[in-house]
T-cell receptor, first 112, second 115 residues
Framework: QKEVEQDPGPLSVPEGAIVSLNCTYS??????FMWYRQYSRKGPELLMY????GNKEDGRFTAQVDKSSKYISLFIRDSQPSDSATYLC????????????FGQGTTLQVKP | DGGITQSPKYLFRKEGQNVTLSCEQN?????MYWYRQDPGQGLRLIYY???????QKGDIAEGYSVSREKKESFPLTVTSAQKNPTAFYLC??????????????FGAGSRLTVL
């Protein structure tokens, strides 16, 4: 079993839809949770970062962490075609190595 | 502009050849990383370096080698011992924080294809 599980999709939604992307994990030591967005043939870029449990909102994006269920989510409101990309969750524990564990990535397509 | 430069963007290699992927950063970051990305498998850590002249193996180091002679540079060599080298390779760096909340900055990647 992988430490981090993420449904690879693909996920196809109409423009304006609310998108929910999710990851589950097994290591209870994880405390730092991130979402990266990766456009085709490009490197990932940080989208959201949260520490421990709770919600964080940034514009149309909301990240949620539920440590009791070992479950994290990324919500995208009013989705746009420019949101079409692969979304990678990543997480790490309290260490100074900076090693992140990534999910497989979910490919999202927002159709106009 | 600060960032990470990876080269070449595309590389073709014959079986049995070693190839070296370049990674240069001007972010003054201490730590640098190499990840491999395959379809459906996410990113897997190959090697990482937290300071100059020191580096550690990641989860899939076999068939790869690195060096860290300068803070700005962290080249990756894919050797002939790597049995399935065709993949997308990503270099990343971070300023480093003792708390472990290290947010990575990635380069644009290098796509290696073995013919």
């Amino acid at each position: 079993q992988k430490e981090v599980e993420q449904d690879p999709g693909p996920l196809s939604v109409p423009e304006g839809a609310i998108v929910s992307l999710n990851c589950t994990y097994s290591n209870s030591a994880f405390q730092y949770f991130m979402w990266y967005r990766q456009y085709s043939r490009k490197g990932p870029e940080l989208l959201m970062y949260t520490y421990s449990s709770g919600n964080k909102e940034d514009g149309r994006f909301t990240a949620q962490v539920d440590k009791s269920s070992k479950y994290i989510s990324l919500f995208i409101r009013d989705s746009q075609p420019s949101d079409s990309a692969t979304y990678l969750c990543a997480m790490s524990g309290r260490s100074n190595t900076g090693k992140l564990i990534f999910g497989q990535g979910t490919t999202l397509q927002v159709k106009p | 502009d600060g960032g990470i430069t990876q080269s070449p963007k595309y590389l073709f290699r014959k079986e049995g050849q070693n190839v070296t992927l370049s990674c240069e950063q001007n972010l003054n970051h201490d730590a640098m990383y190499w990840y491999r990305q395959d379809p459906g498998q996410g990113l897997r850590l190959i090697y990482y370096s937290q300071i100059v002249n020191d580096f550690q193996k990641g989860d899939i180091a076999e068939g790869y080698s690195v060096s860290r002679e300068k803070k700005e540079s962290f080249p990756l060599t894919v050797t002939s011992a790597q049995k399935n080298p065709t993949a997308f390779y990503l270099c990343a760096s971070t300023r480093g924080a003792p708390s472990g909340a290290n947010v990575l900055t990635f380069g644009a990647g290098s796509r290696l294809t073995v013919l």
